[in-house]
């Protein structure tokens, strides 16, 4: 089991960049799968990208593919998404999400840890 607590998510305006973060509150990201996706209003939440912890595997949605960047830090277990050159389609909740799976999946079922989310948004 393992406490995801995500945070960073304000209003910015198109252009800008962010950094959201997803701490390990109670247990270690070692041996998971652990990414971000988001839920804008009206729609279904979707993949952003993942990564494996205990390797070099990396997925990242095409949408986002260029602009976002994962990283992490390993002693405070936690999780970044860089994100720049941000624009007005990216607000959304942005959830952090963890697997025990052993591949980079981009289905929500995939994974059984969520965090609460954290909200962006991007003024035109």
């Known amino acids: 089991q393992v406490e995801l607590v995500e945070s960073g998510g304000r209003l910015v305006q198109a252009g800008d960049s962010l950094r959201l973060s997803c701490a390990a509150s109670?247990?270690?990201?070692?041996?998971?799968?652990v990414g971000w996706f988001r839920q804008a209003p009206g729609k279904e939440r979707e993949f952003v990208a993942a990564?494996?912890?205990?390797?070099?595997?990396?997925n990242y949605a095409y949408s986002v593919k260029g602009r976002f960047t994962l990283s992490r830090d390993n002693a405070e277990n936690t999780l970044y998404l860089q994100m720049n050159a941000l624009k007005p389609e990216d607000t959304a909740v942005y959830y952090c999400?963890?697997?025990?799976?052993?591949?980079?999946?981009?289905?929500?079922?995939?994974?059984?840890?969520w965090g609460q989310g954290t909200q962006v948004t991007v003024s035109s």
């Open positions: 999400a963890a697997s025990r799976l052993s591949l980079v999946v981009v289905t929500e079922t995939g994974y059984e840890f």
């Open positions: 990564l494996r912890w205990s390797g070099e595997s990396t």
């Open positions: 109670d247990g270690s990201f070692d041996h998971l799968v």
